[in-house]
């Protein structure tokens, strides 16, 4: 059940800000509140989704082409291309999602060292 009052569908309705980098009629995109790197952006579909599995199974194909579009410029506008960057998105319990929205982390700025902490 997606829940209506978590943070990211508020930030979607305007009803609290966000430091936007990017939107349009699919997605929006803003930088986190507590960066882990020099580069920290979330982005997030426009729709009441928690996960990729709802996501890919529920959204119509034109938000969901729109979405990964959307990442996609986000980078260009935040000028990753040439250096890199990381695309991370925790789903569920095991990943420790804190936000019921789906979302993606864009993390770049400098080396990001392993893909996982041990
Ligand atoms: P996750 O653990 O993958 O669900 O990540 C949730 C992310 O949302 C964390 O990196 C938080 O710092 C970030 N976050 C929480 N509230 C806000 C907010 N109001 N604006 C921007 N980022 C936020």
């Not at 508020?10 to 990017?22: A, M, Q, S, V």
């Not at 507590?34 to 199974?57: C, R």
């Amino acid at each position: 059940m997606y829940d209506q009052q978590n943070i990211f569908a508020k930030i979607l309705r305007g009803e609290i800000p966000c430091d936007k980098i990017y939107e349009d009629q699919y997605a929006l995109a803003f930088n986190d509140i507590n960066p882990q790197a020099p580069v920290h952006t979330l982005i997030i579909p426009k729709g009441e989704y928690i996960s990729m599995d709802d996501f890919t199974e529920g959204a119509p194909d034109e938000l969901l082409i729109g979405f990964f579009r959307a990442v996609g410029e986000t980078a260009r506008q935040l000028g990753l291309e040439k250096d890199g960057y990381r695309l991370i998105a925790n789903i569920g319990t095991n990943a420790h999602q804190d936000v019921p929205h789906l979302h993606f982390h864009i993390l770049s700025g400098k080396k990001l060292g392993p893909m996982l902490s041990r």
